[in-house]
């Protein structure tokens, strides 16, 4: 996610190159300022679609992520909203910052605490109440939540079986056949039957652990897809009061 996001901050110097040639154009009238977003946004697309498709065949099938067709599909899906999202998101800025410079700045900062209070370094429940609310600013949130559900949302999938739960910890290096009686005195003492083939840890487990619950993945995507186009109508509005000349 984090790859994404900032592979979109090359649409940084766009308009900022085009800016003095955008108020020339506007000041004689040749178009609205809502024409010009709007075709910003239309010429953008074919090429989110193609570097979305080809991040998406490149990672998904060498990773080895789950679901099949259907889940590359959505994969896919989530990957052009993420660069939707944050295409928007970096136009926006190059309407309200003056310099290229002072734009790659802010990006960089901005995206950092995106990827920072997104859930990946420090999940949900941990984030000081303080700062919940930039959790659910973070345009980093919304695509990692939906690829995760993506991947461990198949309850059927198990991750971890029967003494697979003494791995990296202090009882991993025990022999086999040890772990396989402390299993046994596990079901002793809780009174259900563990062996080394019963699941402890399902995909549905994981989302749990991560404190992805709130939100359902298609949710997330229609969300993210939300993001890039509130950043668009802010554009226009930072167009409109930035740039008020008029033919006299």
């Known amino acids: 996610m984090s790859t994404t996001y900032y592979t979109c901050a090359d649409a940084l110097p766009v308009f900022l190159q085009e800016r003095y040639i955008f108020m020339r154009e506007t000041a004689y009238n040749a178009y609205r300022r809502l024409s010009y977003v709007i075709s910003n946004a239309l ?47 970096v136009t926006f800025l190059s309407g309200v910052v003056p310099h290229v410079m002072l734009g790659y700045t802010i990006v960089v900062a901005v995206l950092a605490y995106f990827l920072l209070f997104s859930g990946f370094f420090i999940n949900r429940d941990r984030i000081p109440g303080y700062w919940i609310w930039f959790h659910y600013l973070s345009l980093v949130k919304y695509p990692y939540e939906a690829v995760l559900q993506n991947e461990f949302e198949n ?32 079901s002793n003492t809780l009174g259900m039957r563990i062996t080394s083939s019963t699941c402890m840890t399902t995909g549905l487990d994981i989302l749990k652990q991560e404190g992805i619950t709130d939100l359902s993945k298609w949710n997330c995507l229609l969300i993210t897809v939300a993001w890039g186009f509130m950043f668009r109508i802010l554009f226009y509005f930072s167009l409109l009061l930035g740039s008020k000349n008029k033919r006299s």
Do not use: E, H
């Open 43 to 89: 010429v953008t697309l074919p090429g989110l679609i193609l570097l979305s498709f080809a991040f998406s065949m490149t990672t998904f099938w060498a990773v080895g992520l789950d679901g099949g067709l259907s889940g590359f599909l959505f994969y896919f899906l989530i990957m052009f909203a993420s660069f939707w999202s944050g295409s928007s998101f």
């Open 155 to 186: 309850p059927a999938k198990c991750f971890v079986r029967g003494i697979q739960i003494f791995d990296n910890s202090p009882l991993g290096a025990v022999p086999p056949a040890m772990k396989v009686r402390l299993l046994q005195s596990l």
